[in-house]
């Protein structure tokens, strides 16, 4: 016979009944998240990251020409906050679509405080 999720305390000897349940609930944590960025350059076009933007992040023209935008003052700009794996896979995802088109844009992802 399984036991119930729960424990029960073995009643006295006494005519008092004193039983405690208690519901046993494992402590779940959320797991990390990550950031991904991307990081500017001298040599890849702007319009290129754009695209990179829309296809890989599934943001609309404006939203991506915005970040570009970000990337291009400040050097640096947070482009989404994911998961490990899926921070990973779009990491790997921007790096290789860049390297194919000979363009040297950085993707890097960084866990998030």
Known sequence: ???????????????????VIVDVKPKTKRP?????LLLNDDYTPMEFVVHV?????????AQA??????VHKKGVAVVGVFSHEIAETKVGQVMDFARRHQHPLQCTMEKED
Do not use: A, C, Q
């Open 1 to 19: 016979m399984l036991k119930p999720p729960y424990m029960m305390s073995k009643p006295s000897d006494g005519d008092d009944d004193t039983s």
């Open 32 to 36: 990390p998240l990550y950031k991904v």
């Open 53 to 61: 933007l829309e296809r890989f992040f599934g943001l609309n023209h």
């Open 65 to 70: 020409f915005e970040i570009m935008l970000t």
